[in-house]
């Protein structure tokens, strides 16, 4: 899961795998802006989440934060 995956990280990831000749797994696609439909900084501003925007690390434990208030949200299981 990433925020705003389906217009780079996800493809990032396929031209990535084949380069280096790795078969792509099975996985789903999780993207937090698709969901929230609003820009991480905006998002987490909203949530009280901490984050250092563009930091590696930090857009992904926000990303995930989101993704969790998602599922609580909607009550999907985990």
């Known amino acids: 899961m990433v925020h705003n ?3 780079f ?3 990032c990831l396929k031209h990535t795998l084949e380069y280096y000749n790795i078969e792509t797994p099975a996985y789903t696609g999780h ?3 698709k969901i929230f439909k609003n820009n991480l900084a905006a998002l987490c501003k909203e949530y009280k989440i901490p984050l250092n925007h563009h930091d ?3 857009d992904a ?3 995930a934060k989101l ?3 998602h ?3 909607n009550k999907i299981a985990k």
């Open 56 to 58: 590696a690390l930090s």
């Open 71 to 73: 599922l609580e949200k």
């Open 9 to 11: 990280d996800f493809h």
């Open 67 to 69: 993704y969790l208030l």
């Open 61 to 63: 434990m926000a990303c």
């Open 5 to 7: 995956g389906f217009s």
């Open 31 to 33: 993207c937090t802006y």
